[in-house]
């Protein structure tokens, strides 16, 4: 079914504009109609343009009418605009159906629509990361694109599910829990429970903000990229000490990749930090969850109210249609 | 003046251990009784011994008696301490004169003693890298001590002072406003307030939680080591979307060091952050506070009340006697 697709650029300016255009054609090969906003591939110093710039095409993307709104990378630059974000536009344009897709920096956009309107964002891929691949690994930004040579199967089914009204939920295996470290997710179903997170170190960085959701009784899913474990465990720390991650009825722990262990870590690792967390904690914390800055990766509603059923390793996340 | 120091690890395992005896043994060259705490050298993964090693190691130092106590390094493990802390026994100890001495990972203990008890620590030195120069260069702990051969003067005579109970203030000189940039300095003397901060990624770590301590009217320092400037904005960002740099009279930020720009920046580097968030704010933003992970630097009473006078880009922060 054809949809109509905006692309802008709320946070990092695009560098692999190879990439920008191989993601645009392969939505319209997937026989969507792709509009590119004017500013999606300007850049000031690191950002898609100074501020008014991006501030302005998030706020175009809001008026575009479009079916869905991408973003075409992440970075950092969105925590900056949040105080001069139009919430009530966001919250009508995505009242009326528009879907904002995107990752990474985008978690502070997402989280902030949450807290102040409550209205649902997906979490889900960039353009240029999730259908860019294909090229040469472009270093510039600091990531790679286009290792793959086609989007992965996967991430493609579940955004086209989304876009066309019918994602339902998503499930996953656990990994195992390492012999010794505890293992404390009894099977159990837990009811309306409202899906939010994203980005662990964006989300972090908004804690004591008027941009951070009070969300009791939640289901709260992490991902990080090229952190280590020990700035990992700062920031649940942080989450712990604040009460948040006591008050949720799950942590679902997604995919941290990229960092580098050291000497000096002797046996520390991500392991270590999640049988730290599931010690300190009652709620239930589950691992690898299919999202974060890899691949395969489900598109997860933000502020949407969810079932979580957990047997063994095996967890579903239901959202119905939504 | 003799006096009884007392060295203990509360956070990172010590790897470099001839930085640490060279530590010990320059400061009783100065001609100090230097007592070793039991677990200092203790390591378990990345830490100076398992959390109740540490909690007990701090506990001990607070029960020494001693004139000073000084951190053997920073590194990382305090946040996790925080709730088993015992706050008044630590308060007390400072109170009966014990100086409480460290940086970077310290400044948890440091922002969390002051928030429950209001008792005054010192930022300033730990022992490696701060008296334990000398030697060849060791990097097994992802930092390099030993460059210079001899500790810096100027950090040695503030030691000194603070241990001998005759340190009254620091004066420097800030930094050159980049032409087109922002100055909003005018000179003022800003009268009885308090002095507090540290490390801005520990800082912000415990902002939401309850050891991150309510001060208005305060004057708050920063530095950091090995943060990209888009990393130090974004925790900038929320200290001020957390309304807690608005309040301060002043903000003093110390050195920045050991990050890397890459060809991604395009010009942002971190007169742009500082640029960025004079115009933010209308709180004083000064520079080049000689306090960071840097050989020269001085010792800073947490939670004392101080005067800051601001003549052109000379500034000078007193507190009197404490």
Not at 15 to 35: I, P, S
Not at 49 to 55: K, V
Not at 188 to 211: D, E, F, K
Request: hydrophobic share 40%; glycine share 10%; net charge neutral.
């Amino acid at each position: 079914m054809k949809k109509h697709i905006y692309i802008y650029s709320p946070s990092g300016a695009v560098r692999d504009k190879a990439a920008f255009k191989r993601g645009v054609a392969r939505l319209e090969l997937l026989g969507h109609e792709v509009e590119v906003d004017e500013a999606a591939l300007s850049s000031f110093q690191r950002f898609a343009g100074d501020d008014e710039t991006r501030l302005a095409a998030i706020h175009r993307a809001a008026d575009s009418g479009a079916d869905l709104a991408l973003i075409s990378r992440g970075g950092y630059g969105l925590t900056r605009l949040l105080p001069d974000l139009r919430y009530k536009k966001i919250a009508k344009a995505i009242d009326k159906g528009m879907l904002f897709v995107g990752i990474s920096d985008f978690t502070a956009f997402q989280t902030a629509v949450l807290a102040k309107t409550g209205a649902i964002t997906w979490a889900g891929p960039a353009l240029c990361e999730g259908f860019g691949v294909g090229g040469e690994p472009d270093t510039l930004d600091g990531h790679t694109h286009g290792e793959a040579q086609v989007p992965d199967d996967i991430m493609e089914a579940c955004f086209d599910e989304v876009l066309s009204g019918q994602g339902e939920g998503a499930g996953w295996r656990q990994h195992r829990v390492p012999a010794g470290d505890t293992m404390d997710s009894p099977n159990r179903v837990i009811h309306n429970a409202v899906l939010w997170g994203g980005n662990l170190t964006v989300l972090t960085s908004m804690l004591g903000t008027p941009y951070f959701p009070e969300i009791k009784n939640g289901v709260l899913f992490l991902e990080d990229v090229a952190e280590h474990p020990y700035r990992i465990e700062r920031m649940l720390t942080q989450l712990l000490h604040a009460g948040i991650l006591a008050r949720q009825k799950a942590i679902l722990l997604g995919q941290f990749t990229d960092y580098k262990l050291t000497p000096h870590d002797r046996g520390f690792k991500l392991p270590s930090v999640i049988n730290w967390l599931r010690h300190k904690i009652k709620t239930p914390v589950l691992t690898n969850l299919p999202y974060g800055h890899v691949a395969t990766k489900v598109l997860l509603p933000v502020g949407a109210s969810t079932d979580l059923s957990i047997e063994g390793r095996d967890a579903l996340l239901v959202w119905g249609h939504l």
